[in-house]
């Protein structure tokens, strides 16, 4: 393995997208732009007898359609979401597995919640009817690294797998890890996340933290950053991207592909009553240091949003401190989604990215009214065209996760990963 700083960088070179914002990239992308929202009354489940009736989910997503008819039976609602983004990812990446060393390609996801929906049916198997009642698969389809092990059975990847449980912040931290291993000498990692929340269990189990929104009006019910701020909306789907070794890229005429991983942390706060202070600036001040990016270079900041008053506050106050008062445009456009858990940062990332390829910031429907203290250029009304070179995403996981990412465009000196060359595949 080549010890070269090129050689250890790590670029995304394809995306997949299964969000409430739309099944695939543009979809998704254009959704965003216009400012369309996926948030409407659940409909996988009568919500009626719940004080949360309203969420993010995928609209027209068929399983069957999406993912071979062997496996839907074995798994989860969350894992065949995220099996229909890998192979959209890889084919986005013009990558045919089959031109990669097994053990060259490696897999790693988020998930908040495993396979919740699977396993409630399989409770109400076993308490209606009996243990014989209950499947086989039970026992790996709700395991939160089942998505991770069906990619990777899936596609031949072989290499090092794993799975991040952070709640909200895994979708960054599956790509520190992705990063982590593209340095240590694999070619190619399918990373990001999904989560499928929404059946009576999944809700019942979010309810607890008390952070839902109860506001029946979707265009209000999840407003981050804003003085009528009421909690978050639930939401299901995510994104899985392509994360490749700059050399493999290269190699294979991919370019730069959509962007670089520059700079990766991440942090747990203290815990409830302590005197030290949340660690949200921190964690961004050591991702810009590790990207070797000073805060002035930094064009847009995709927020974590958690739509509850007092994490609003701390997170735009720990924007300010590293960036000044109104000092970089902030946006949130997971309030057309609702916050995705393991998919939520993965899905940020993806439109990050897709920000940086077309120059535009995205607007985050919904507030009005910025919230006392909360003094950041939050981007609403409508999407800011500028010139885009550098992404901050941001993300906290209920119970103190924290996790921030740096995102670069491609050099534009390199080559467009829309001209790739003629090997499609691995270079062996």
Same mark, same amino acid.
């Given at each position: ?198 059946? =009576?269990?999944? +809700?019942?189990?979010? $309810?607890?933290? !008390?952070?839902? #929104?109860?506001?029946?009006?979707? %265009?209000?019910?999840? &407003? ?108 949130? =456009?997971?309030? +057309?989604?609702?916050? $995705?858990?393991? !998919?939520?940062? #993965?899905?940020?990332?993806?439109? %990050?990215?897709?920000? &940086? ?72």
């Amino acid at each position: 393995m080549s010890t070269s700083r090129a050689a250890v960088e790590a670029v995304v070179t394809g995306i997949g997208v299964v969000a409430p914002t739309g099944i695939g990239t543009e979809a998704h992308w254009q959704s965003v732009v216009a400012g369309k929202s996926g948030i409407g009354r659940i409909s996988r489940f009568d919500p009626t007898p719940y004080p949360v009736r309203l969420a993010g989910q995928v609209p027209g997503f068929l399983a069957r359609e999406q993912v071979p008819s062997r496996l839907i039976p074995q798994t989860d609602h969350w894992t065949h979401m995220a099996l229909a983004a890998a192979a959209a990812a890889l084919e986005d990446a013009r990558v045919d597995p089959a031109g990669f060393d097994d053990y060259d390609m490696a897999v790693v996801t988020a998930s908040s919640s495993g396979g919740t929906e699977f396993g409630q049916h399989e409770m109400e198997r076993l308490y209606l009817n009996g243990p014989s009642w209950v499947s086989a698969y039970q026992s790996i389809a709700w395991f939160y690294a089942a998505t991770t092990g069906q990619v990777s059975i899936r596609h031949g990847m072989r290499g090092p797998c794993g799975v991040i449980c952070s709640e909200q912040a895994g979708g960054i931290d599956a790509f520190g890890q992705a990063r982590r291993l593209i340095r240590l000498g694999s070619r190619l990692v399918v990373s990001g996340g999904t989560d499928a929340p929404l059946c =009576p269990y999944g +809700l019942v189990a979010q $309810l607890s933290n !008390g952070r839902l #929104s109860r506001v029946d009006d979707q %265009a209000r019910a999840y &407003l981050p950053f804003d003085a009528h701020a009421s909690g978050h909306v639930p939401g299901e789907g995510g994104a899985m991207l392509i994360v490749e070794s700059a050399e493999s890229a290269s190699a294979r005429g991919a370019g730069g592909g959509y962007g670089t991983i520059a700079g990766y942390a991440a942090g747990f706060d203290p815990p409830p009553g302590s005197s030290r202070p949340p660690v949200l600036r921190r964690t961004m001040e050591r991702a810009l240091e590790d990207a070797g990016c000073p805060p002035s270079e930094v064009d847009v900041v995709f927020a974590d949003a958690a739509g509850v008053a007092e994490e609003d506050l701390a997170e735009a106050r720990a924007i300010t401190e590293v960036f000044g008062p109104r000092g970089v445009p902030v946006t949130a =456009p997971k309030t +057309l989604t609702g916050r $995705l858990y393991g !998919g939520g940062a #993965s899905l940020d990332i993806a439109t %990050a990215l897709l920000a &940086l390829r077309d120059g535009l910031i995205p607007y985050t429907a919904g507030p009005d009214t910025l919230a006392p203290g909360c003094d950041i250029d939050l981007v609403t009304g409508r999407p800011r065209e500028l010139p885009l070179r550098t992404a901050l995403v941001l993300a906290r996981g209920y119970g103190g996760f924290t996790a921030a990412l740096v995102l670069r465009a491609p050099d534009p000196a390199s080559p467009s990963r829309a001209d790739p060359g003629e090997d499609k595949g691995g270079t062996g």
